[in-house]
């Protein structure tokens, strides 16, 4: 799933890319990916991308109408909102000559089979196309005066790379609730933009258990677990931009350091990376870097030796 460090590279791609550009079409693709009616999406069709925005993990597409565009309705701002997020299998294929032919579900550009959900092109004949792998279609799409009236945008808790993303304001969220501190750090409601990679990655930097109750922290592990979110996320980032959209998902495998290298030696310590499995997801760790050399239960390994 791209996460806060892609979204960010592909917003800034997307800036540099399509601001300026007139939108010459906007084609559906697949029904299930737009979750709004009005305005309809014929409502972009001649209208002026004026920039690209990163909302946690979501992407937004800011489009100034064309005077008396059909749909468009009242814009306070003068702007259209194309808000998109990607799920786990989504991505967002630019090209410099975007196909003219009729949209189809299926897509295998780049190599890659996947359902294409939505066409946007632009009038100098570049373009993308957002697309979905696998069976289970969670890509979404919504075309909104204001990025807020999508519930899960409006909801998004504190923006990790922002000034609100104090220690204070991290101290406040882990002592809310006693929660496992994985959960905490992938839940988009109290911090935006990380997902189950990332927050792999940071717990490792933090040299603390996935499990961990996050009541148990002390001021001082507060301080290092809030470096390290702040330091994996602005090196990823800064690895991932400027990067054309296709590269950026090898980046992102090569920069895990646990994260995806279950049985591979830790880069700090020279341990086994380990794993625990779940039922559409798993996590993976250093038992000495994290856990004291503990090695945590993996719930699916041990209901199959029941």
Request: aromatic share 4%; with cysteine; hydrophobic share 40%.
């Amino acid at each position: 799933m791209p996460e806060l460090p892609e979204v960010e590279a592909l917003v800034r791609f997307l800036d540099e890319r399509a601001t300026g550009r007139v939108v010459v079409a906007a084609d559906l693709a697949s029904i299930v990916a737009l979750k709004t009616f009005s305005p309809p999406l014929s409502a972009l069709v001649g209208g002026t991308v004026t920039g690209a925005a990163r909302h946690g993990k979501w992407l937004d597409l800011a489009v100034r109408p064309a005077p008396g565009a059909a749909g468009a309705g009242s814009v306070p701002d003068g702007e259209l909102h194309l808000v998109f997020h990607l799920a786990r299998a989504g991505w967002l294929r630019w090209s410099e000559a975007a196909p003219t032919t009729p949209v189809r579900p299926t897509s295998s550009r780049g190599g890659v089979r996947a359902v294409l959900a939505l066409r946007v092109r632009f009038d100098d004949g570049s373009g993308f196309d957002l697309t979905e792998a696998g069976t289970r279609k969670r890509l979404a799409v919504h075309l909104v005066h204001d990025p807020d009236e999508v519930p899960a945008i409006a909801t998004l808790g504190v923006e990790p790379l922002g000034p609100d993303f104090t220690r204070e304001r991290l101290a406040e969220l882990l002592g809310a609730r006693n929660q496992q501190l994985k959960g905490v750090l992938r839940d988009q409601r109290l911090i935006a933009g990380i997902g189950n990679a990332y927050s792999d990655e940071i717990l490792h930097a933090a040299r603390t258990s996935p499990f961990r109750l996050t009541r148990s922290l002390d001021a001082d592990d507060v301080a290092h677990l809030h470096d390290a979110v702040r330091d994996v996320l602005t090196e990823a980032v800064a690895t991932s931009s400027g990067r054309p959209a296709a590269e950026l998902k090898d980046a992102k495998r090569r920069g895990m350091r646990v994260h995806g290298r279950t049985g591979e030696a830790c880069p700090v310590c020279g341990d086994v990376v380990r794993e625990v499995s779940f039922a559409d997801r798993s996590l993976q760790y250093c038992a000495t870097c994290q856990t004291g050399g503990q090695v945590l239960a993996d719930r699916r390994m041990s209901k199959l030796l029941k």
